[in-house]
């Protein structure tokens, strides 16, 4: 979907009105011939003025003339002998018994043998090339030239050791000019060649003229505006041959058919008639079918300008010179399947007008159509895997280098630059916003590079070849490309356009198939899960340099192995790439609720095998040497274990998967058992934890950050018994995701972290409390272990230590204000001022362990938060705090310790990711709204309306991982970040798959039986059983389908409605890209539309 863009009424033109200067008066009398093609070459109703055709000098006056207009006779309707069109043909492989006619082949000799080189120059290809001649064994010199219908003879003329000369001895012929050449002609029925193996040439249609001025050729080039009129002739291009030679080619996209007007305008006396030795040759696709009239128009110059005989007015002397073959002004010969013409003899005041035959065209275009053929394009995709879809859609220039060792990067274009993914959705998104920002954009970088060559359906045709799986993928674009290559040129970007973009859109549709119920319907309906289905697929992708396993990668080979990318360009390869806490911050939203549970179980399975210390690392770095320096890693991880045995049909059996330590417990607790599997793995982590933790990071000091001081290395938690709290870090680490370390020995900030949050975070107590509710209700035979054993050697039960926190939870960390109050980022953090101030972190306790917070409190804290929202993202730290600072600039080297290097990244830079589990917050605490008349889902997707403009406009067709202040651009911010997709994807889902809340207005406090209730593993999605909201189609449709379809169609209406409601149509000017586009007429949409019928 493009928007309308505005444009002019269909005009009407004249070649000359009554109160324009003649082309004598303007330019030369001539011109009027030129430009009365030109005008009949265009694609509005053309007039004239009384007078114009018979080469008045000068218009007559309006109001003081009086002499009368001279009769005419022979004027009437002009019948124009138009080609039939050809009926094209399948290509096939030419048999001994099906073979055509070889062409005629005519022969040049030069008969004398004491030469050392003879080489001929002729009209077979407008004097262009020299053909050399072979000398034979009787001494004469040969060579062939094949025999055309445009040509009946051709002149050439020999160069002998360098000297041009002819051969009299041979038929000569004089050119017009003077020149005598040799000439060579047909054998075949006399003069004309065979015309079973070359179309002959129609016309001309005029031959003799007994009218006044250029009224004769006038009639041929009305009837021919006419015709292409009624015909379909609605495409039109030009192009100059040189500074007075203009070529309008006039195009019917349902047939092919081509009328070309060659005009060569007469601006003055003194060109004279030669043609520019610059002129450049016209490149006709296909073979001349009809010659509809060539023409010159002489006129005297000592002519008054008003002639008038008998009283009567008349134009000025002329003789208008009717050409009868093509010959007289052009020279024409085949190259392939174009035809080449070169002009020789076209004075100033000329015409040419003809139509070529599309036959080739239009075989061409039927296999096109039926490569198209949606099941055909299909075919080529069934059984890719994500990592497959991901490398045929995205694959940054990073990732790019990685996988070609340094060989290949991103498709660099003229005057564009480089596209920002080397996939399908590099050039289609290019494309599109090309399209939005030019008008011309068929002219512009992109589609003037596939016009002039193969090389961009090459380079993606080519790269498909480092992925065995894409093989027939491959070999459809190969297919594809046979039949560009032999396409007229100019209609290349067209199907270039469409063969990307379909391609596109079905592998974007083989995505959402592939991403259950949720997500594969509710895309129809809403652009919004469309475009954020499509980006969750960026991230998943398999690297040489940064595969999931290291060993595994060995052993299998890296395709075999891929990865999750925290972000893009950014960490897109080498150890950088996969980050344990983005990893499980992403997984729920980019993996589980997209079906892909494979990848999920193998991630989760990969980083369970590296726990050490009780910690799940952050830096994974393929498992090789990862890093244990984060607190919050692991509490992510273990909600990502309880999300995937919730969400995939695997289910609970999943903590029945086996787990081998790389790193065995008694390498660094001797006292804790080694587990063997998932189950045991999650009790000794919080058994390590019950116990407290303490070491120091491997390989301390510079080699693993050359900026931290010494005793960030000391890793340390701790658990406080009374509470059920877990505290840890020091002022020089950053144990959880706001981890920016200070680097800037200028400003005096290098060593020190901006933000330490140590002490007890509060997003990791909430997480903290997710796991033991969860596995305080866990089957022992499931999870056979009821209670952790402390450092003072007390056993503690997992439902006491739940108790526990349940219980001081708001008592620690609530914060009472005049304007309500709100929840303290962090409870006992060495910088004690940093405790209450406000950040983003409390609403991811409230998304994953709401029984902690009572309602009022819960409501007030999220208004409060309020202030934090940015367009698109949250802000990291109020902007009413003295250290707030909203922009982030990492080359910032200025002297001010609180900017430098910026060491501001989580001190006021607006995030994408919390967003997701605010808003999952907000419909959790206000299910109706946070005021009367409201509705909790429309508060909560009216802030997602910057998002669903952004995803589609914008290259990386992401969401970036943070921006600037109110919004504003950060370049040092990776444009496309895992998490942000992933929180706001989990956040619409948790929308339609939320019981709905009771009917009482006053808040309650959600209880742990109502958690329990609504996070047990669904066994299919079920709509909210609240009222219908008001109808929209996919409502509609909802309320008509049958189950299991309507409960989907419900689910999908949820999430749209308020879109729906409020914005009709969407947000600006949205454009929906090819690609993501995905499944706008399937089946399903035009089942929904009949269900919605049904019920009207």
Known sequence: KLPLRPRGCPALLFDCTHDNQTPREKRDPRDALPNAALTAASCSSIGSVRGYDELFGENPSVVFERSWYKDISGVGNFTLNWPSLPIASPRKQASPETSPTAPEVLEVVWSSAVQQEVV???????????????????????????????????????????NWCCDHNQPTADDGKGNVNNVLRSKVNGDRPNTATNDPIDGPAVLTSSLPGIMAVKQVLNSVHT???????????????????????????????????????AFGRNGGDNLPEWTGTLCLPGRIAALHVAATLFVPYDQPARRESGGRLEGQQCHLHLFKSLQEVAYVWQEGRNTMLKLHHFPPGSILVFSTNPKHEKMLTDELENLLEPTMMASTLQGLTLSDLNYLLFSCESEELDRSKGQRGAYNLDGYGPLVYCGLLGICTALDLERLKNNDFVDGPILSNVRNGDWLLGYLTARLG????????????????EILAQMPRDLVPFQFDRVVSELCCAACNELLKGSGEFLARGSTSSSLLQDLAVAAAQFWAATPSAPLHWDRAQKEGWLKVPSLAAGLPHFASGFMRNWGRDTFISLRGCLLLTNRFEEARDTLLVYASVVRHGLCPNLLDAANRPRYNARDATWFFMQAIQDY?????????????????????????????????????????????????????????????????????????KFEEETGLIYGGNEWNCGTWMDKMGSSEKAGNKGWPATPRDGAAVEII??????????????????PYDSVKLASGKELSYKDWNSRLQASFETKFWIENGSGGYYKDTLGASRQWQDGQLRPNFPIAMAVAP????????QAALRTAERLIGPLGMCTLDPKDKEYRGDYHNDDDSCDKSVAHGWNYHQGPEWV???????????????????????????????????????????????????????????????????SIATLLDALHSMSTESTPSESTSPKKVTEESLTKAEAPPTAPT???????????????????PEPAAAAAATAANVAIIAAKQHSPEVGAHTTTPATAASITTTTANTAAAAAAAAA
Not at 661 to 669: A, G, I, Q
Not at 776 to 783: E, G, K, M, R, Y
């Open 120 to 162: 001929a120059r002729g009209e077979w290809d407008g004097w262009a090339k020299p053909l050399p001649l072979q000398k034979q064994p009787d001494g004469r010199w040969k060579a062939t030239v094949p025999a055309t219908a445009q040509a009946l003879s051709l002149q050439y003329k020999f160069v002998v050791d360098g």
């Open 466 to 481: 480092d992925f065995p799986s894409l093989c027939k993928t491959k070999a459809w674009l190969e297919s594809v490309l």
């Open 227 to 265: 015709t292409l009129a009624t015909n379909g002739f609605v495409e039109l291009a030009s192009q100059q041959l040189a500074e007075d030679i203009v070529v309008v080619q006039r195009r019917a996209p349902d047939t092919g058919r081509r009328t070309w007007f060659v005009t060569r305008s």
């Open 1023 to 1041: 709509p909210p059983p609240a009222p219908a909201p008001t109808p929209v189609p996919a409502a509609a449709a909802a309320a008509a389908a």
């Open 913 to 979: 990711w919390p967003m997701g589990f605010f808003l999952k917050a907000w419909h959790r605490f206000f299910p109706k709204g946070s005021g009367s008349g409201s509705d909790g889902r429309q508060e909560v997707l009216s802030k997602l309306l910057k998002h669903r403009a952004m995803l589609p406009a914008n290259a990386w067709r992401s969401l970036p991982e943070l921006t600037n202040s109110k919004g504003q651009v950060c370049h040092h911010s990776c444009p496309a970040q895992a998490w």
């Open 851 to 858: 029984e902690l917070f009572s309602a009022n409190k819960a």
């Open 766 to 783: 909430g997480l903290l409390k997710s796991a033991l509710r969860w596995v305080s209700s866990l089957d022992p035979a499931i999870f």
């Open 645 to 717: 045995a919730s969400m995939s049909p695997e289910g609970l059996d999943f903590l029945k998967a086996p787990v081998e330590l790389k790193w065995p417990t008694k390498e660094w607790d001797a006292t804790l058992p080694e587990p063997k599997c998932v189950a045991d793995l999650m009790h000794t982590i919080l058994q390590a934890h019950a116990k407290n933790i303490k070491f120091r990071e491997w390989n301390a000091g510079s080699s693993i950050d050359e900026h931290m001081k010494d005793e960030g290395f000391n890793i340390e938690v």
